[in-house]
């Protein structure tokens, strides 16, 4: 998409992709985890074949010498790390002892998206001691799952909460909850 891959390059990579046996991303990382499923085993962990670590290293290698060391792709970095600095610092802003959840739950104001889909995330992986809004209390009660967070009682868990949290992101929803951030 940002065009600075010459014909050899191309070829390079169409080259790599047939030895995959793959036509995009998708049937590629479909391989690998067939490949994953089919060479693990209790005793040897999880692995990949010896011709599907090729395979991945091959794409990899070529990743970092063409595409991740470019140039053109600097702009990107700095702006994908002025999106995620930004999310992280809003939500990280927002923690207090006690009531992290409750201050993330009123920032939903000024933050629409951003609070109520961190508040979302964070109602299913906290304990309801941690809740005082009715709606994200149901949401934790519905959800029978480990408690990871607890009552997100403590910065590190707070802070841990909000990466796993930007983590999971898309790169498309996080440049819509950063656009947020710039309108209110």
Do not use: W
């Given at each position: 998409?940002l065009?600075?891959?010459?014909?050899?390059?191309?070829?390079?990579?169409?080259?790599?992709?047939?030895k995959?046996?793959?036509?995009n991303?998708?049937?590629?990382?479909h391989g690998?985890i067939?490949?994953?499923?089919?060479?693990?085993t209790?005793?040897?962990?999880?692995?990949?074949?010896?011709e599907?670590?090729?395979?991945?290293?091959?794409?990899?290698d070529?990743?970092y010498?063409?595409?991740?060391?470019?140039?053109?792709?600097?702009?990107?970095?700095?702006?994908?790390?002025?999106?995620?600095?930004?999310?992280?610092?809003?939500?990280?802003?927002?923690?207090?002892?006690?009531?992290?959840?409750?201050?993330?739950?009123?920032?939903?104001?000024?933050?629409?998206?951003?609070?109520?889909?961190?508040a979302?995330?964070?109602?299913?992986?906290c304990?309801?001691?941690?809740?005082?809004?009715?709606?994200?209390l149901?949401?934790?009660?519905?959800?029978?799952?480990?408690?990871?967070?607890?009552?997100?009682?403590?910065?590190?868990?707070?802070?841990?909460a909000?990466m796993d949290?930007i983590?999971?992101?898309?790169?498309?929803?996080?440049v819509?909850?950063?656009?947020e951030?710039?309108?209110?």
């Amino acid at each position: 998409a940002l065009g600075f891959l010459d014909a050899s390059q191309t070829a390079l990579l169409e080259d790599i992709a047939k030895k995959s046996g793959a036509v995009n991303t998708t049937v590629i990382i479909h391989g690998l985890i067939s490949d994953i499923c089919a060479n693990s085993t209790p005793q040897r962990g999880i692995r990949l074949s010896d011709e599907a670590c090729g395979r991945l290293n091959a794409i990899k290698d070529f990743n970092y010498k063409n595409i991740y060391s470019h140039p053109r792709f600097d702009a990107y970095q700095r702006y994908a790390e002025l999106v995620l600095t930004s999310l992280s610092d809003v939500l990280l802003g927002l923690y207090t002892p006690g009531y992290a959840v409750d201050n993330v739950i009123k920032a939903q104001k000024d933050y629409p998206l951003l609070c109520s889909s961190f508040a979302s995330f964070v109602a299913k992986l906290c304990s309801g001691e941690a809740l005082r809004d009715d709606t994200f209390l149901a949401v934790s009660k519905r959800c029978r799952n480990n408690k990871s967070y607890g009552r997100v009682d403590s910065d590190k868990l707070y802070a841990q909460a909000v990466m796993d949290f930007i983590s999971g992101m898309t790169d498309k929803f996080a440049v819509r909850v950063y656009g947020e951030l710039l309108t209110y």
